[in-house]
T-cell receptor, first 108, second 115 residues
Framework: KNEVEQSPQNLTAQEGEFITINCSYS?????LHWLQQHPGGGIVSLFM???GKKKHGRLIATINIQEKHSSLHITASHPRDSAVYIC??????????FGKGTSLLVTP | EPEVTQTPSHQVTQMGQEVILRCVPI?????FYWYRQILGQKVEFLVS??????SEKSEIFDDQFSVERPDGSNFTLKIRSTKLEDSAMYFC?????WGEGDEQFFGPGTRLTVL
């Protein structure tokens, strides 16, 4: 099974700060997912990446396949970014194995 | 934009009762999944489904659970005799194709409370 470790577990930031969330996994993969879970519980896919970097608005995700590590960055953070951010990797062709998530709170 | 829908949003049931959670995947998707999240814990894989059969299931998905695609649009998860520990949020997801690089789209979840 592909073990997923995220850090930090909890993160509080002031509005405008640059935020980094890290994810490490144990078994080589071809793609990694970053997801956002809203306070109400819904899950939204943010990125799926297999190499390099992807950018969407103020969100940037990077991955280093050799080091089995990925980071999610949020630039100019805003209170509406407050959510749980989850890294997930395939442990088979069909299923995703989720990390425990990083709970982010951005204060005004 | 197409989305995965789930009903009901919240289901309360008595221990030992059967429940059926319903999902409508995105219409051109071929692969379907159920995940669950016990309060305060991480999301866990239950089962994946393709071509009208289970393609993979986790150790959580025991004989009390079953899945079905009763028609061309619905995908259901049945729990035959609910236990207290089945209380969780259940998420349905679907993807267009198979493989590590295929994005899964999640429904909003059904919160199941077993009393």
């Amino acid at each position: 099974k592909n073990e997923v470790e995220q850090s930090p577990q909890n993160l509080t930031a002031q509005e405008g700060e640059f935020i980094t969330i890290n994810c490490s996994y144990s078994v080589g993969i071809s793609a990694l997912h970053w997801l956002q879970q809203h306070p109400g519980g819904g899950i939204v896919s943010l990125f799926m990446l297999s190499s390099g970097k992807k950018k969407h608005g103020r969100l940037i995700a990077t991955i280093n396949i050799q080091e089995k590590h990925s980071s999610l960055h949020i630039t100019a953070s805003h209170p509406r970014d407050s959510a749980v951010y989850i890294c997930a990797v395939p442990h088979s062709g069909y299923a995703l194995n989720f990390g425990k998530g990083t709970s982010l709170l951005v204060t005004p | 934009e197409p989305e995965v829908t789930q009903t009901p949003s919240h289901q309360v049931t008595q221990m030992g009762q059967e429940v059926i959670l319903r999902c409508v995947p995105i219409s051109n998707h071929l692969y379907f999944y159920w995940y669950r999240q016990i309060l305060g814990q991480k999301v866990e894989f239950l089962v994946s489904f393709y071509n009208n059969e289970i393609s993979e299931k986790s150790e959580i998905f025991d004989d009390q659970f079953s899945v079905e695609r009763p028609d061309g649009s619905n995908f259901t998860l049945k729990i035959r005799s609910t236990k207290l520990e089945d209380s969780a949020m259940y998420f349905c997801a679907s993807s267009e194709a198979w493989g590590e690089g295929d994005e899964q789209f999640f429904g909003p979840g059904t919160r199941l409370t077993v009393l």
